[in-house]
């Protein structure tokens, strides 16, 4: 099995400092976790940026700031949303990929989120895709119902994106795929061989979703953007402190945890 890839999802685009203090949202604070999670374990960090009222912005000015404070302190794997918020264009989320990061995210469809509509209609995926791959980038493909998988297949029939693709199956977001373990297995199941993935459990899903994962030789995906609770009603203190507790479980389970430098070569990106 190979060694565990922990991803940190330290910001989100929903989440706000009220729903817990402790949420980064400058680029120094994003940077300054992003280095406290590479210690505790992680080897990418999903990246959200915040404009200066700490609202989800995808500009790219914010995006270079903050990876350029990023890179000075560790070289933690940058993999930048396309997803930004719900409410923004299509050419507002897909800015940061003209920075060329490592990795970026693609949703390959659309889906009900909470009370909003995540759009990703099929000719708007593509162009994502093309200019993904322009850059070169390495795309991970954002799954919240198991026909996503297929959508990006189809990308591959196309030509336009190349197996092996890595995926994240993100689990329990009100709409999309609910996050019990059965969903998982079929995820899964679904993928074509050499194909990587992680598991980003929304809420409590987290904990469960990512031990399961952690056994099935999956990655794991942690962090405020997807759960702001350390146990129930209790506030985590960093997302280093979820990173470091995942990456604890992988110890007492018998999985040892990716370096950076590792997770590339796992993922191809050297
Ligand atoms: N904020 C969600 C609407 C991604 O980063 O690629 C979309 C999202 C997915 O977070
Ligand atoms: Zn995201």
Redesign the pocket.
């Known amino acids: 099995m190979d060694k565990l890839i922990i991803t940190v999802a330290a910001v ?3 989440v706000t400092k009220k729903d817990n203090p402790n949420l980064p949202v400058t680029p120094l604070e994003i940077a300054e976790e992003a280095q406290r999670c590479a210690e505790k374990g992680a080897s990418i960090i ?1 990246l ?1 940026v915040r404009d200066g009222d700490g609202n989800p912005t995808q500009s790219k000015e914010v995006f270079a700031e903050t990876i350029r404070l990023i890179k000075e302190r560790t070289n933690i794997i940058i993999q930048t ?6 409410w923004m264009s299509g050419e507002e989320r897909l800015q940061p990929i003209e920075l060329k990061p490592e990795m970026a ?1 693609l ?1 390959t469809g659309t889906v009900n ?1 909470g009370a909003e509509l ?1 759009s990703n209609p099929t000719p708007m995926v593509e162009q994502f895709a093309k200019k993904i791959v322009e850059n070169g980038v390495k795309p991970e493909i ?1 799954v919240f119902e198991v026909g996503m998988i297929n959508n990006a297949l189809n990308l591959v029939k196309k030509g336009i994106l190349q197996l092996p693709l890595h995926f994240d199956f993100v689990m329990g977001v009100p709409g999309g795929i609910p996050g019990e373990p059965r969903h998982l297995l079929h995820l899964v199941e679904s993928l074509p061989a050499g194909c990587t993935w992680t598991v980003a459990g929304i809420g409590r899903y987290e904990l469960s979703l990512g031990t399961l994962a952690i056994l099935l030789g999956g990655n794991v995906r942690v962090g405020f ?1 997807d759960n702001i609770f350390y146990a129930k009603g209790v506030l985590a203190q960093s997302n280093g402190q979820l990173v470091e507790r995942m990456a604890r479980l992988a110890k007492e389970l018998g999985r040892e945890v990716a370096t950076p430098d590792e997770a590339r070569k796992i993922l191809h990106l050297i």
Do not use: P, Q, R, V
């Open positions: 989100g685009a929903e999903h959200h949303s396309t997803g930004g918020a719900a995210t949703t989120f995540f954002e953007e």
